[in-house]
């Protein structure tokens, strides 16, 4: 899973025409043809290979990200054009561009996590380990989303195979984490997370002997 690096030395923009920061944008469900002006609104006036906004949304990559992307066949993704721009609002002669998602996975199934212990501040509480994707759905692209669930509710999680990781190690891509699927656990009461008798059975007996 691709994960902001929650750094404050980089350059955070902010899309101040929230209109122009809708998901459906980054997911390419809504195409966008005009060119997005994305102004410095945090952290330092670094410009590092991936700009993270505080519009949550957006996920702006550099020229030199794109042209990886292409001398390695990277599949999965698209762009939209936009434009970067300082505190004052002067424009900075730097090509970015706006990441599309556009490969596909299952949404989130969660009756295939295991239970665990795992920790909420400074309490231990139960979590799902494990992000599983319905069906076993995912249709081979490098760069990808989880489709709508069946009430029609997307998401932004985005995922990556270990082509995308290595090359962004190796390249030294800096500004971005990722989280290794397999581990990924999340709080269940925290988030409401619908479990099977199987499960609950299983978190019971863990919460017993903890």
Not at 48 to 74: C, H
Not at 94 to 99: A, R, T
Request: glycine share 6%; net charge negative; proline share 3%.
């Amino acid at each position: 899973m691709i994960r902001e690096a929650f750094s404050n030395r980089p350059f955070r923009g902010v899309v101040e025409n929230y209109d122009l920061a809708e998901p459906e944008i980054s997911r390419g469900d809504k195409l966008m043809a005009e060119t997005i002006p994305v102004k410095h609104s945090m952290g330092g006036n670094i410009l590092y290979d991936i700009i993270w906004t505080t519009n949550a949304f957006p996920l702006i990559v550099s020229e030199r990200v794109i042209e990886l992307f292409k001398a390695n066949g990277i599949t999965g993704w698209n762009t939209y054009n936009v434009e970067i721009r300082s505190k004052k609002n002067e424009l900075i002669d730097q090509k970015y561009f706006g990441l599309i998602i556009t490969g596909r996975c299952g949404y989130r199934d969660y009756s295939k996590s295991s239970i665990v212990l795992d920790k909420i501040g400074i309490y231990t509480e139960p979590h799902v380990k494990g992000f599983y994707f319905k069906n076993d759905y995912w249709d081979g692209s490098d760069l990808f989303m989880c489709n709508p669930d069946e009430n029609g509710n997307s998401t932004m999680h985005r995922f990556c195979t270990d082509k995308v990781l290595d090359l962004f190690n190796k390249e030294k891509i800096k500004n971005i984490d990722f989280e290794n699927l397999n581990e990924s656990t999340l709080a269940i009461a925290l988030y409401e997370v619908p479990l099977n008798s199987k499960q609950k059975s299983e978190m019971e007996k863990l919460k017993a002997s903890s």
